[in-house]
């Protein structure tokens, strides 16, 4: 299942020589570049038309680990975000969701476990 999200999910993505500076990488030696993988390319599309159509986006993973890599990009992308996990503490939770719902973020990553 994790091939089929990203190929970097099952190979652990491009192998970095050690002591380079990961800001100073090209993006397609990134862990998670977005072309490595069909669904990233449909979604980078589709995020492109809904920004500019005005939409705001709820992106679901089963994984932290490919929320990761949607974190990631959303990131490199400069959208405005927010992330609800396994990991977010229970009394900030309710916070983010209206953060969402009254704010202008585009994409509210989250995880279905």
């Not at 999200?5 to 652990?12: F, I, P, R, T, V």
């Not at 680990?65 to 992330?83: P, S």
């Not at 939770?93 to 995880?111: H, P, Y």
Request: glycine letters at 8%.
């Amino acid at each position: 299942r994790s091939l089929c999200n990203h190929a970097d999910l099952h190979s652990g993505g491009p192998k970095n020589v050690e002591n380079i500076d990961v800001s100073q990488q090209e993006p397609e030696d990134k862990y998670g570049w977005y072309k490595r993988s069909g669904k990233m390319i449909v979604v980078h599309s589709l995020l492109k038309l809904w920004k500019k159509q005005g939409h705001r986006v709820l992106m679901f993973s089963q994984s932290r680990k490919m929320l990761d890599i949607l974190e990631a990009y959303v990131k490199d992308q400069g959208y405005k975000y927010l992330r609800l996990d396994g990991c977010t503490a229970v009394g900030s939770r309710q916070k983010k969701i209206s953060e969402f719902n009254d704010g202008d973020t585009f994409v509210f990553l989250l995880t279905t476990k």
